[in-house]
């Protein structure tokens, strides 16, 4: 499978500023994704990337709040922006590859993201 | 709606075998995965199952009953760092994955 990469593996930031979340991949892939997983709780999609096009959010999340960039095959960022504390949480990439006859999501490392 | 139910907390004993149910609804399907979670980890592919029946790999095996809406993982010569959360998660019509919370596993000595 892909080897994926994630970058900061955790950072601490204050109200109101924004970070930006690199995900790189080492092979090209069509579909990437981006998710959230707050302690104790279920993987919640945020977005679908697909180089060459907008990102797709799902119900909840927008735009102005999670900007996507999707520059290439191999590599997307998220931009978490004006945090508040509710967005402390884990921030993890996958990708989608196929063997075997089906698609597989692969997860990078995940960040760490704690806003105090 | 869409809808996953796995139990919250299972423990087992070092070299036991252990079930994990999941049952789901989707809006359509296009097989299940199971994925483990280590604490503090991302999720790793397991199995994916498609069809009616058990797949087994090594240790571990999935089966699946899409009459039923359901799905387990079985753990067989349950070691120590088998201990970690099992996530079941049916693909649905748009082959978007539907994430439950999780099974916490704990295996004790």
């Known amino acids: 499978s892909a080897v994926i990469s994630q970058k900061p593996s955790r950072d601490i930031c204050q109200r109101g500023t924004s970070l930006t979340i690199q995900c790189q991949v080492d092979s090209q892939v069509t579909m990437m994704f981006w998710y959230r997983q707050q302690p104790g709780q279920s993987l919640t999609l945020i977005a679908t990337a697909n180089q060459g096009s907008e990102a797709t959010y799902e119900s909840g999340f927008v735009i102005d709040k999670f900007p996507i960039s999707r520059p290439n095959l191999t590599f997307s960022t998220l931009t978490v922006s004006n945090m508040s504390p509710e967005d402390s949480s884990i921030y993890l990439c996958?990708?989608?590859?196929?063997?075997?006859?089906?698609?597989?999501?692969?997860f990078g490392p995940g960040t760490r993201l704690l806003v105090l | 709606g869409q809808n996953i139910d796995q139990p919250t907390e299972m423990t087992a004993t070092e070299g036991a075998i252990v079930q994990i149910n999941c049952t789901y609804q989707?809006?359509?399907?296009?097989?299940l995965f199971w994925y483990q979670q280590h604490a503090g980890e991302a999720p790793t592919f397991l199995s994916y199952n498609v069809l009616d029946g058990l797949e087994e790999k090594g240790r571990f095996s999935s089966f699946l009953s899409r009459s039923k809406g359901y799905s387990y993982l079985l753990l067989k010569e349950l070691q120590m760092k088998d201990s970690a959360s099992y996530l079941c998660?049916?693909?649905?019509?748009?082959?978007?994955?539907?994430w439950g919370a999780g099974t916490k596993l704990i295996i004790k000595p």
């Open positions: 998660a049916p693909m649905d019509s748009n082959y978007q994955l539907i």
């Open positions: 989707t809006s359509g399907f296009n097989g």
């Open positions: 996958s990708v989608e590859e196929g063997a075997g006859g089906w698609e597989t999501q692969y």
